[in-house]
């Protein structure tokens, strides 16, 4: 199966920063999803983007299909945002079967 | 229902027991899936059910876990003689007819002492 590379592993910001999160992949993946998992355990679905840009508020994401990568950007962080961000996506062998990577996990301080 | 749902939000069994753990995925979705996290690791693919058949059953762990989903809705998850390692949070997902987007539920937390 395919392998997932989240970086960076913990990241601490001030309200307020930006970021970056990256997602590598070790093949091609048909399905790729960006998760955010909050204080409860909810997984919440952030994207689903297996190729190109998308917005949505102070979040968007690019996947680079061509080059086995995704990237997710936060903009003027807020406390809420903290969490576990997990990125997964699955191989043309399986249309369903996501694999996960072991998550970003997000702190932002006030 | 708005969502998958997960029933108990938590569980706490004693080693050698039998558990069930429950999933009411989101209306109209025909496609299931079962997945367990484990602490400070991404969620670990177990089975997926497309209708009331169990598609893919290779990532559970051993013949103490089996998951039925009879009239393709409601999915159990259970588990024999229960071990210690077997704790950890187990998620349900699901997917709409045409699309491979998973929705997970929040999960069940096991717990075996």
């Known amino acids: 199966g395919i392998q997932v590379e989240q970086s960076p592993p913990d990241l601490i910001l001030q309200e307020g920063a930006n970021s970056t999160l990256r997602c590598n992949f070790s093949d091609s993946v048909n399905n790729l999803q960006w998760f955010h998992q909050n204080p409860w355990g909810q997984l919440i679905n952030l994207f689903y983007i297996p190729s190109g840009t998308k917005q949505n508020g102070r979040l968007s994401a690019t996947t680079v299909a061509t080059e086995r990568y995704s990237l997710l950007y936060i903009s003027s962080s807020q406390t809420t945002d903290s969490g576990v961000y997990f990125c997964?996506?699955?191989?043309?062998?399986?249309?369903?079967?996501?694999?996960f990577g072991k998550g970003t996990l997000l702190t932002v301080n006030p | 229902g708005a969502g998958v749902s997960q029933t108990p939000s938590n569980k706490v069994t004693e080693k050698g027991k039998y558990v069930e753990l429950r999933c009411d995925p989101i209306?109209?979705?025909?496609?299931l899936y079962w997945y367990r996290q484990s602490l400070g690791q991404g969620p670990e693919f177990l089975i997926y059910f497309q209708g009331t058949g169990a598609a893919d059953d290779s990532g559970l762990p051993n013949d103490r876990f089996f998951a039925v989903r009879p009239e393709g809705s409601v999915s159990t998850l259970k588990i024999q003689r229960t071990e210690r390692g077997d704790s950890a949070v187990y998620l349900c997902?699901?997917?709409?007819?045409?699309?491979?987007?998973?929705?997970f539920g929040q999960g069940t937390r096991l717990t075996v002492v």
């Open positions: 209306s109209g979705h025909t496609a």
């Open positions: 997902a699901s997917s709409p007819v045409v699309g491979p987007e998973a929705f």
């Open positions: 997964a996506g699955n191989s043309g062998g399986s249309n369903y079967k996501l694999t």
